[in-house]
């Protein structure tokens, strides 16, 4: 028997920890009632490792070292005194247990934030119930089925299988033939997995060569007010059967998912109701009416809102008085969403006061009594042209109202600005306007344009506005050409111009009166 570890007396063959006393050769010198307990096979005089791990009898006394006895996982610590070496255990396995259930917990933290990022990676709803089914089998379980509430008749859906690619597909299926997948499609509160008998399943949840379920979860997909659908977990074969805590993990996910679905489902929705309204104010494709070419062009602010401030329409005779086509160039203060906003119900309201074409300056005073009324601050300026066939000529009358005037191309490439003018519409309670009468000879065109062309800066260091005289330069080149060409020309220069700079919104509107057809014999 050798002395007892330094300064303990014979108070450790007691101890509640494990102690082995072991010399410079491995061999057993000494251990305490702990670890005989422990270690039945250990007897003094003998080699450590006759009845103790490898990882023990072999272990370096420089450090602690673990490794597990039985069930449990253990801590050794050397402690050397005397020549020899005290092996001090201590029963790791309760802080294991809890670092793994926190390494858990952060893997699964960390899916759920991955899973996250990855669904509301985009905003199609196919592709958010195809990631989301992808997910849910390579991290859940082994297959899993993503349905969506039915949709003209069948519920999108999409299933996969572990390690395998998604299919995406449309069920025509009765949601009562799974137990606790009509509720969940309604939203209701899971079915627990344990009342789920695998062995009546329907065979349309099961994708091909998954083999028969052992295991079913079925979790609704909440949604923003309403379900987004039902999520289905399948594991076969030896696979494990869902526990509780895994249940609950899965309807974790299913929130993330059925938020990311949902959010996709509204913005496909949103985008549809904002097609169907932008297609109302987009401006309108032009043609000849009554005898007399129309063309415009429009470039808004920002490409991506297509709609903008700057606006054109014609009206046809048929829906004015005086036997007059009306056309209409306006530019309401702003840009963006909301200046369309403003800019649709100008158009409607000058639609409405159609009737009133043959005087301007009564249709533009009853749009400014409209206006002034909103108290918004918002205002627009208008050009107006009402255009008829006067033989081979168009005759024109011009109004303005707080815009540019017009510009006239003659045949012989001159370029005249029409004399008219008058107040912005919406900000005083009465306005003041002047209509000027313009004769259109075969071949010569009026330009109504918004200040967008005149101030769009470009040239070598950005910061040059196109201009009034670069505008008239470019008509000039214009002569006898066709309303189209006309208004491309114009729009295409000012473009150039301006390059991929920012820019105001931009639009043209050209009336043009045809050259007439050459008679048999003319050169």
């Not at 101890?15 to 061999?27: H, R, T, Y």
């Not at 008749?153 to 009562?176: F, N, Q, W, Y």
């Not at 306007?433 to 062309?453: F, H, K, N, R």
């Not at 005289?469 to 111009?497: F, G, I, Y």
Request: glycine share 10%; with cysteine; net charge negative.
């Amino acid at each position: 028997m050798i002395a007892a570890p330094a300064s303990t007396g014979r108070s450790w063959e007691t101890a509640p920890s494990p102690a082995l006393v072991v010399d410079i050769d491995g061999v057993v010198r000494d251990l305490n009632d702990a670890a005989r307990a422990m270690f039945p096979e250990v007897r003094p005089g003998l080699p450590l490792r006759h009845g103790t791990p490898a990882w023990l009898a072999e272990a370096r006394t420089d450090g602690i070292v673990r490794g597990v006895v039985g069930d449990r996982a253990w801590a050794a610590s050397p402690v050397p005194h005397d020549g020899v070496v005290t092996w001090w255990l201590a029963d790791e396995s309760d802080a294991e247990a809890a670092h793994e259930l926190l390494r858990r917990e952060r893997r699964r933290v960390a899916f759920l934030t991955d899973a996250s990022a990855a669904l509301l990676s985009s905003l199609n709803v196919e592709r958010c119930i195809e990631v989301a089914a992808r997910l849910a089998a390579e991290h859940l379980a082994g297959a899993a089925v993503v349905l969506a509430p039915p949709v003209q008749g069948g519920h999108p859906a999409a299933s996969c299988v572990r390690g395998e690619a998604v299919t995406l597909s449309r069920l025509k299926i009765d949601p009562a033939d799974l137990p606790g997948l009509d509720e969940a499609l309604r939203g209701f509160p899971p079915v627990p997995s344990r009342w789920l008998d695998p062995g009546t399943a329907p065979s349309w949840i099961l994708p091909a060569g998954f083999g028969p379920a052992t295991s079913i979860v079925v979790t609704p997909l909440p949604g923003h007010g309403v379900p987004a659908g039902a999520l289905i977990l399948l594991r076969t074969g030896d696979q494990a059967a869902f526990t509780e805590q895994e249940e609950i993990f899965a309807r974790l996910f299913a929130a993330r998912a059925g938020a990311a679905i949902s959010a996709a489902r509204m913005f496909a929705h949103q985008a549809s109701t904002s097609e169907t309204l932008m297609r109302e104010l987009l401006p309108p494709r032009l043609e000849q009416l009554g005898g007399v070419e129309f063309a415009g062009r429009y470039r808004p602010a920002q490409d991506e809102d297509r709609i903008g401030g700057d606006f054109y329409d014609v009206h046809s005779a048929v829906d004015t008085a005086g036997g007059e086509s009306l056309a209409v160039l306006g530019d309401v203060c702003g840009k963006g969403l909301d200046a369309a906003v403003l800019t649709g119900k100008i158009r409607t309201t000058l639609r409405a006061l159609l009737p009133m074409a043959e005087d301007h300056h009564r249709l533009l005073s009853l749009l400014n009594t409209s206006l002034v009324s909103r108290d918004d601050g918002r205002f627009v300026t208008l050009a107006l042209a009402s255009a008829r066939r006067d033989g081979d000529a168009v005759r024109l009358r011009v109004t303005c109202a707080g815009h540019p005037p017009p510009l006239v191309v003659r045949s012989d490439g001159i370029v005249e600005e029409v004399d008219t003018g008058g107040n912005l519409i919406g900000v005083l309670p009465e306005i003041r306007t002047s209509t000027e009468e313009v004769l259109l000879a075969p071949g010569e065109s009026c330009l109504m344009y918004t200040d967008g062309i005149v101030e769009a800066k470009g040239g070598p260091l950005g910061d040059e506005m196109f201009g009034e005289e670069r505008l008239h330069t470019a008509l000039s080149e214009c002569a006898d050409l066709a309303a189209d060409a006309v208004a491309e020309h114009v729009q295409m220069l000012a473009a150039q111009w301006v390059g991929p700079r920012p820019h105001d919104d931009m639009a043209v509107l050209v009336i043009t009166a045809p050259r007439s057809p050459r008679r048999p014999g003319t050169p």
